[in-house]
């Protein structure tokens, strides 16, 4: 009887330890009695201590990015008094002194040993007078080749200096194909103009649209820091290729606030050779009004999703007429490409 008691005993103290304290037994969780298929990682794996650094992509993309600054002549309305010649006797013609002028900062990106530089349109808008400071020290003079306020991009040229030929440590150029959410990025530029500075972050999100930044958009978005003045920097991946021109951020208050968005090479490479070969960007025209797709319309339409373009209204003679597309139609590809929204049309 006082063994039985006993082995009792004894059953019900190893239930209980082996339920609330396992490790005491020598053993830990296992997934074997889990209500649901879980994923764990491998025993013994312990986290990195120590990321990798970044020092060769910084290294590799720094001297390609440069500081750009702009000054703008401020024009003034003349005073009627100023006409009045009595007014001039006493007076004078109220010319003398310094024309007001203003002044702003940005960056750029050497993408030819040349001297071309691609930077935002934004940066040199209105521009009198475009100066470059290279990483070596040396400022230098440069010229508006030509630019795209749709797309916010323009290309700058550095002329020869003393009649001799430049040649300038040009950016590699990265390949979007290679790009994913989750990537390392490395955004460089002139923030505030304190400046080259590079931080570091990831892609969140990629073919971000309907922002009301530009025409065109297809951001790559990122989280890496990016401020005033860095507008027209590099946006380059982890081997220092340049994916991205830094075009605005998503802030209230005007810094940084993890939201950074940044024109896709693929799309900025395209207008930069236009604007070199041509001076400007010739696009495709349709000639349709379109409009999104929404969940009601999908009902109603009896589709799938909303993926498409509703095309709301179709120019007389257009390329669209020409085709035969009508108020009412529905794209869904062009070419064999699947449209997802009026944007991507």
């Given at each position: 009887m006082i063994f039985a008691q006993t082995v009792t005993l004894g059953l019900a103290v190893f239930f209980v330890v082996g339920t609330l304290k396992p490790e005491w037994l020598g053993k830990g969780p296992t997934t074997a009695h889990s209500i649901v298929a879980l994923q764990e990682s491998a025993k013994g794996?312990?986290?990195?201590?120590?990321?990798?650094?970044?020092?060769?992509?910084?290294?590799?993309?720094?001297?390609?990015?440069?500081?750009?600054?702009?000054?703008?002549?401020?024009?003034t309305?003349?005073?009627?008094?100023?006409?009045?010649?009595?007014?001039?006797h006493f007076f004078g013609d109220g010319q003398e002194g310094d024309t007001p002028s203003s002044s702003g900062l940005g960056s750029g990106v050497i993408v030819s040993a040349s001297g071309?530089?691609?930077?935002?349109?934004?940066?040199?808008?209105?521009?009198?007078q475009i100066e470059i400071a290279l990483s070596?020290?040396?400022?230098?003079?440069?010229?508006?080749?030509?630019?795209?306020?749709?797309?916010?991009?323009?290309?700058l040229q550095i002329s020869e200096v003393n009649g001799k030929a430049l040649s300038l440590p040009a950016i590699t150029l990265g390949r979007m194909d290679d790009v994913l959410v989750g990537d390392v990025?490395?955004?460089?530029?002139?923030?505030?103009?304190?400046?080259?500075?590079?931080?570091?972050?990831?892609?969140?999100?990629?073919?971000r649209s309907h922002l009301g930044i530009n025409t065109?958009?297809?951001?790559?978005?990122?989280?890496?820091?990016?401020?005033?003045?860095?507008?027209?920097?590099?946006?380059?991946?982890?081997?220092?290729?340049?994916?991205?021109?830094?075009?605005?951020?998503?802030?209230?208050?005007?810094?940084?606030?993890?939201?950074?968005?940044?024109?896709?090479?693929?799309?900025?490479?395209n207008v930069m050779e236009q604007i070199i070969q041509t001076g400007t960007?010739?696009?495709?025209?349709?000639?349709?009004?379109?409009?999104?797709?929404?969940?009601?319309?999908?009902?109603s339409f009896g589709l799938p999703d909303t993926?498409?373009?509703?095309?709301?209204?179709?120019?007389?003679?257009?390329?669209?007429?020409?085709?035969?597309i009508k108020p009412g139609d529905i794209l869904l590809a062009v070419d064999g490409r699947a449209v997802k929204d009026p944007q991507g049309m």
């Open positions: 794996v312990a986290p990195a201590l120590v990321a990798p650094s970044y020092r060769e992509a910084a290294k590799k993309a720094l001297p390609s990015v440069v500081h750009i600054f702009t000054s703008q002549k401020v024009k309305r003349r005073h009627p008094l100023l006409d009045d010649p009595a007014f001039r071309y530089i691609l930077t935002n349109f934004h940066v040199v808008e209105a521009a009198d070596d020290g040396r400022n230098l003079n440069a010229r508006l080749v030509g630019s795209d306020p749709e797309s916010d991009l323009a290309v990025t490395l955004a460089i530029g002139n923030p505030f103009g304190v400046g080259q500075t590079v931080t570091m972050g990831i892609i969140s999100a990629l073919g065109f958009e297809n951001f790559i978005q990122t989280d890496a820091a990016i401020n005033p003045g860095n507008s027209g920097g590099a946006l380059v991946d982890s081997q220092g290729n340049l994916i991205g021109i830094n075009t605005a951020i998503y802030s209230r208050s005007g810094g940084s606030l993890g939201i950074g968005f940044a024109i896709p090479i693929s799309i900025a490479r960007v010739t696009r495709g025209w349709i000639g349709v009004e379109a409009q999104e797709i929404t969940i009601d319309l999908a009902e993926r498409g373009a509703l095309i709301a209204g179709v120019q007389r003679g257009s390329p669209a007429d020409a085709g035969g």
